[in-house]
């Protein structure tokens, strides 16, 4: 029979083990050749504020946000004005700073109009599963314009 601490560490193993099944722990390697780009606005556009940004996306399933993770889905993030290097692939791309990463978890999945000052501003579209993790293996893509 075994002992209570015995029991205790195997169930807590078997629950690190259920985490890292459905959790978004090594997500990065789930992506095969998916790409995503901003087809509007244009790189070097001027534009009216409030800016629709629309991205596009190939081989990979836009979803909503916190659906299990799965193999080739996940939904997009916009960041303003804000590089792609902020948040380390694998790592948790922030949803309390709503100016600077623009969530993209719930339809529409491939569009936001985003109202921003007069001036040139830079919006990068970056992949994430479904459990917010930036994913590795989606090249990130950038376009700057001018708000006029």
Excluded: C, W
């Excluded at 719930?106 to 990068?124: A, N, Q, S």
């Amino acid at each position: 029979m075994l002992s209570n601490r015995t029991l205790f560490v195997l169930s807590g193993l078997a629950a690190t083990a259920a985490l890292l099944a459905v959790g978004p722990v090594n997500a990065t390697a789930l992506y095969h050749g998916a790409h995503v780009k901003i087809s509007s606005p244009k790189k070097g556009a001027k534009v009216s504020s409030p800016v629709t940004v629309i991205a596009t996306v190939d081989d990979f399933k836009l979803v909503a946000a916190g659906t299990p993770v799965a193999e080739d889905e996940g939904h997009l993030h916009f960041f303003i004005d804000v590089p792609a290097s902020n948040v380390k692939a694998g790592a948790m791309i922030p949803l309390d700073s709503t100016a600077r990463y623009l969530h993209l978890g719930k339809e529409p999945f491939d569009r936001r109009d985003i109202t921003l000052t007069p001036g040139k501003h830079t919006i990068t579209v970056v992949a994430a599963n479904s459990g917010h993790q930036r994913l590795k293996d989606v090249k990130p893509y950038s376009v700057t314009f001018t708000v006029k």
